[in-house]
């Protein structure tokens, strides 16, 4: 009966030839093909076939006992046998099955060592009251960077490292220095500077919203062309001086000093820094203004009351440090966007190499406590706050450590998480440098106030005082404190010859008095080494810085 069903199957398959036509075929290796290369099977393998053909598949289970009548034939065909098939596929399924488990062990090894590293750095609560800081109400007509945008869309061209140089020739040697080049570049931006004059005389100056900010570079485009309008605003006030104008120098010469508080106004460490570079030119060109012969007492006490009261708008440091806090917070919480921006592969913090190292988390927690510390010290007078640990972050040695206050570390502790930290070092770098920048603009203004008061001195008694305590009453209220001292005034020098005037300097950020001179070890620009101003008596103009 087997043999007869199995005969009938064959029949109403296509193409079945047996390689002898005179050999039976066994029903224990009956199989069908479709014209493709021969594959031998083996006659006692009683196992189960299925044929490749696409129009109709047969499935035969072996016979117990083979025809003798088919024990000779084999087929001439294409057959799969499943028993091979099962096998490779049984090893297929063994390999996923392992390389499951393997990526499952390796992740599971990548959270416990991104929870081991955070074990030890606790989740503080935030430095400062998010809720309550964020956001400014400001008018438009009273928002002064309304004007600096459009101001910063008027501009020509803007400065570039030839155009600098040629700038401070101009400040440091007069109007008679300017080239043809630069004297065509100032009148290129007449209505741009004109622009920038009225925003300086707005109240409030908001960029962006803090909450808004982000490191993004188009965020900080008025702002840097903030630095051009300034070296602009440098140059006319040089040429009204030449044309025996000083009055009308002054005009710009305040506005240079105004435009340097609205930037950075409510605004990051960037902003903030490049209002400190447009001081540093107000400071410069201002002592050399005030050593005008044509100016009298007067003029002199009411830019001395002009420049103090512009100073007192300067925002505080733990301001900027806030607005600096709440871009660094973005950046951890979408590293992508931080890597767009700075074109950085910082995306490889959010990969798998960073993870197990416990960041961003660890970055995160760390910024918190560091915060902390910054923003109880940084609006201190330098000399008055306490003194700062040497280490990556920078922390102020507290008599009690607030991060521990708040469940947090000790800045030992904290120095030694943020060794294994590469975010946490990397946001770092922005507000360290504001600090020391912060200080010596602060050192700069007090030079300046001090410089005023000198020559305010000189025109009523007809030369400099022995002492800077001969200044009280005539200009000052007391002598100005050194910011990088120990609680010293400000230096002040009579030089030996009277054409040369006097010598008024801090000892600057590296805390040593180099006696109103710059080691060659150190860097001019960097403001390492004294912070100094050389005052000449009136009837002489100009000088060196």
């Known amino acids: 009966m087997l043999a007869r069903s199995l005969t009938a199957k064959r029949n109403r398959i296509e193409k079945i030839r047996p390689l002898d036509n005179s050999a039976p075929v066994s029903s224990a290796n009956i199989a069908c093909y479709d014209g493709y290369d021969p594959f031998w099977a083996d006659p006692d393998d009683d196992s189960v076939f299925f044929t490749a053909n696409l129009d109709q598949e047969l499935t035969i289970k072996s016979a117990a006992t083979p025809n003798a009548r088919f024990s000779n034939w084999k087929p001439s065909m294409a057959t799969v046998i499943v028993r091979k098939r099962f096998w490779r596929q049984k090893w297929f399924l063994v390999l996923a099955v392992l390389a499951a488990i393997s990526a499952t062990m390796v992740v599971t090894l990548a959270i416990l060592m991104h929870c081991i590293q955070l074990q030890e750095v606790p989740d503080i609560k935030e430095p400062f009251d998010l809720d309550k800081f964020g956001h400014v109400d400001v008018a438009p007509e009273?928002?002064?960077?309304?004007?600096?945008?459009a101001a910063s869309a008027k501009l020509v061209s803007q400065t570039n490292a030839s155009r600098t140089d040629a700038v401070d020739a101009v400040l440091y040697g007069g109007w008679l220095k300017s080239s043809e080049e630069l004297r065509d570049w100032l009148e290129e931006n007449r209505e741009a500077l004109e622009l920038f004059r009225q925003a300086s005389e707005r109240p409030e100056a908001v960029y962006f919203q803090p909450a808004e900010k982000t490191i993004v570079s188009p965020q900080l485009v008025v702002s840097n062309h903030?630095?051009?309008l300034?070296?602009?605003?440098?140059?006319?006030?040089?040429r009204l001086e030449a044309n025996a104008k000083p009055a009308a120098a002054w005009t710009w010469l305040s506005a240079l000093l105004r435009a340097s508080r609205h930037s950075g106004s409510h605004g990051c460490t960037v902003e903030r820094m490049v209002g400190i570079t447009m001081h540093r030119y107000a400071y410069a060109a201002i002592v050399i203004w005030a050593a005008n012969p044509r100016l009298a007492v007067a003029d002199l006490r009411h830019v001395l009351a002009d420049v103090r009261k512009i100073h007192a708008r300067t925002v505080p440091a733990s301001e900027t440090l806030k607005v600096e806090y709440l871009i660094t917070r973005k950046n951890y919480a979408d590293l992508n966007l931080f890597s767009r921006d700075l074109d950085f592969p910082w995306y490889i913090a959010n990969s798998f190499v960073m993870y197990p190292m416990g960041e961003p988390e660890m970055g995160r927690r760390l910024t918190k406590m560091?915060?902390?510390?910054?923003?109880l010290e940084c609006d201190r007078p330098r000399h008055l706050r306490r003194p700062d640990a040497a280490g990556t972050a920078r922390l102020y040695a507290l008599d009690h450590d607030v991060a521990s206050i708040e469940g947090g570390l000790s800045n030992a502790r904290i120095e030694s998480c943020l060794k294994r930290s590469v975010l946490g070092k990397h946001f770092l770098i922005p507000p360290q440098d504001f600090i020391i920048w912060h200080d010596c603009e602060a050192a700069?203004?007090?030079i300046l106030e001090v410089a005023l008061a000198l020559l305010i001195y000189f025109h009523e008694h007809a030369g400099f005082p022995e002492t800077l305590e001969q200044l009280v009453?005539?200009?000052?209220?007391?002598?100005?404190?050194?910011?990088?001292?120990t609680g010293e005034s400000i230096r002040y020098r009579r030089e030996p010859l009277a054409?040369?005037?006097?010598?008024?300097?801090?000892?600057?950020?590296?805390?040593?008095?180099d006696d109103a001179s710059f080691p060659s070890n150190k860097s001019r620009a960097d403001d390492r080494g004294d912070i100094l101003r050389q005052i000449w008596p009136p009837h002489f103009l100009g000088g060196p810085d």
């Open 230 to 238: 300034a070296q602009l605003a440098c140059l006319e006030a040089a």
């Open 370 to 375: 560091i915060w902390t510390n910054w923003l």
């Open 473 to 485: 009453g005539h200009g000052l209220d007391e002598v100005p404190v050194d910011p990088f001292g």
């Open 499 to 513: 054409a040369d005037g006097v010598t008024i300097w801090s000892i600057g950020s590296d805390g040593v008095d």
């Open 444 to 446: 700069k203004q007090r």
């Open 226 to 228: 903030l630095r051009t």
């Open 142 to 149: 009273d928002n002064a960077f309304e004007l600096y945008r």
